[in-house]
């Protein structure tokens, strides 16, 4: 090394470890930063482990310790702070525990088996899926968000392709919008009956888990017949839905409609008056529909604690305004409850299925707009016109008016709503998903509260995470 050069030791600490370095200073820090020396501590503070800290109890942190307490918007806690210190335990749970639901890690704070406070960790999974969707074309986009919530693929599907058709001002054939009312109920269906399937396992109800993956078999069978996937479809598409339903889709809709409830009055005989269940479940985890407000939640969690808020009612999309359907409603906003509303949600799932079978119009299952809709294929082969145009329409896209919306619908865990900002070009320019189980997750301190550890399994199952939908 020349002797002219000085190389200065970045090993210093900077003097308010709060303030970021100049770009020269990073630079020097990155570019001469060796294995194995100490990073100065403004790196370390801000580093995502160095904040998966459990808080200290002190005046600086006191709101933070309310929120890891469950305390923060209703204070009611049935143990007071009078834990001698020595006494608490910070146990880790996951996030490679298999009853999370998902790679979520929880800090638990315990006295005894109480717990005191919670404090959830995400980010283990890093998707990606928000940036990878301002790469794609939005004809591409919903085969990325489809992936999130990859129990309600038709959902995140369905909410991105009316956020593009609003930018369009394209308008959807009837057929088409019935298409996707009949397949995202048919959905919410599936992904309630893998819900009890689990939450029943996670509980000790072993058999649970067997009965529900039973029923949800003939939806996965249905929705590979018609989009050749059993998930993670890239089927409902803006413009409509990128096929029509296949040859003898009555009789199998028919066939689900009928079968179902039947293993739904199975599930109720092992679960609902069963002395265990109701020992794991009732009066568990409660959260107030004052919380809910203040973090967000909605979907089940929020319409068991007695409040009337579905999306498909109070703003309609895609139709559905015209199937007639009940929302279901409890009131102690327990584990217990959140399971009642999931089960009669099914029910009324499964009626809104019965109203599309018995009246779904004629017509087509697309836009006839040729500027969002590729050409028939048949035509590909009678006219280079058509070859030319399915060629650019899938390779470069269309174009969408420049301009922002924000589209919401009700999925299986709650308000699930994208974002989308177009700059008049093929690819969004900004893409934010809303997501339901990011909220969930955020609640559990207020439902995990003066619980006892064994609780903290049905909590976190009865909010029906899915951490693909947090991580995006």
């Known amino acids: 090394m020349a002797d002219d050069v000085t190389i200065e030791d970045s090993s210093e600490e900077v003097e308010n470890p709060t303030v970021p370095p100049s770009e020269t200073e990073r630079r020097q820090l990155h570019d001469l930063w060796t294995s194995g020396t100490e990073e100065p501590a403004w790196v370390v503070a801000s580093t995502a482990e160095g904040a998966q800290l459990m808080l200290p109890r002190d005046e600086a942190t006191a709101g933070d310790v309310a929120e890891e307490s469950g305390t923060l918007v209703t204070d009611d806690r049935l143990y007071k702070d009078e834990a001698v210190e020595e006494e608490i335990t910070i146990l880790n749970m996951g996030p490679q525990h298999p009853s999370t639901h998902g790679v979520l890690r929880l800090q638990l704070e315990l006295d005894g088996e109480v717990i005191r406070r919670v404090k959830p960790v995400i980010g283990y999974l890093h998707t990606g899926m928000e940036k990878t969707g301002e790469t794609l074309t939005f004809l591409q986009g ?14 995140n599907e369905l909410c991105f392709s009316l956020a593009t058709e609003a930018l369009l001002g394209v308008d959807v054939p009837p057929r088409a919008q019935a298409i996707r009312v009949l397949m995202t109920e048919l959905n919410r269906v599936s992904s309630h009956l893998t819900w009890v ?5 996670d509980l000790g109800a072993v058999s649970m888990m067997i009965y529900g993956i039973r029923e949800r078999e003939l939806l996965l069978a249905f929705f590979e017949k018609t989009t050749g996937l059993r998930m993670n479809h890239n089927y409902v598409r803006p413009g409509g839905v990128a096929a029509d339903l296949p040859d003898g889709w009555q009789d199998d809709v028919a066939e689900i409609v009928r079968a179902i409830p039947d293993g739904l009055d199975d599930y109720h005989d092992l679960l ?21 407000f203040a973090y967000g939640i909605t979907g089940p969690p929020l319409r068991a604690t007695g409040i009337n808020w579905d999306l498909r009612k109070a703003q309609p999309y895609s139709g559905i305004e015209q199937y007639e359907f009940d929302v279901p409603l409890a009131e102690n906003g327990d584990v217990y409850d959140r399971y009642l509303v999931r089960m009669e949600e099914i029910r009324q799932s499964l009626r809104i299925a019965a109203q599309v079978l018995e ?18 294929r048949k035509r590909i082969n009678e006219s280079m016109e058509a070859l030319i145009h399915h060629f650019k329409i899938f390779t470069e896209g269309f174009k969408v008016p420049a301009g922002e919306h924000y589209q919401a619908i009700e999925g299986p865990r709650g308000e699930l709503g994208h974002y989308l900002v177009s700059v008049g070009e093929a690819k969004p320019w900004r893409l934010h998903c809303r997501t339901p189980s990011f909220a969930a997750i955020q609640s559990l301190p207020i439902m995990m509260g003066d619980q006892l550890i064994a609780d903290a399994i049905a909590v976190i199952a009865s909010v029906d995470p899915v951490l693909g939908d947090v991580d995006r």
């Open 142 to 155: 919903p085969t990325n968000v489809t992936r999130m919530d990859y129990l309600a693929p038709f959902h």
């Open 197 to 201: 399937a689990t939450q029943g396992m």
């Open 359 to 376: 009246s779904m119009p004629d017509g087509d299952y697309r836009t006839g707009d040729l500027k969002v809709t590729p050409p028939p």
């Open 272 to 292: 609902t008056e069963n002395p265990i269940f109701l020992g794991r479940t009732k009066g568990v985890g409660v959260i107030t529909s004052e919380e809910c």
